[in-house]
């Protein structure tokens, strides 16, 4: 899914991560729908994850499951004191009370 002014504060990089944190037995296809990128595009990103020491791919049947590794840091100057497991807290909402029910 594209942000309708067509950029976005996260990386396709970034949003792939954010992806397979939050659906770790996501196939490709799924993640490439979620993120609107190639499937192709998505295969070389978590190559490029995996290289770097922030995904570990695991082979479960004939599927693969992806961990991502919390502990590794933004790779930016401007960023490499966060770690990925805290940004991805922040993100995906660990921790956070569920919202109040009602009109959004």
């Known amino acids: 899914m594209i942000a309708p002014s067509g950029w976005t504060f996260l990386s396709n990089h970034g949003h792939v991560l954010v992806s397979l944190a939050a659906d770790p037995d996501a196939r490709i296809r799924d993640v490439a729908d979620r993120v609107g990128i190639t499937e192709r595009a998505v295969q070389t ?3 490029d994850l995996e290289a770097a020491g922030y995904v570990v791919r695991e082979r479960v049947g004939r599927r693969n499951r992806y961990t991502v590794v919390p502990r590794g840091r933004f790779r930016h100057p401007l960023e490499q ?3 990925v497991g805290d940004f991805l807290a922040l993100v995906l909402g660990a921790g956070d009370p569920p919202p109040p029910p009602g009109p959004a």
């Open 45 to 47: 990103i978590v190559g």
């Open 81 to 83: 004191h966060v770690r």
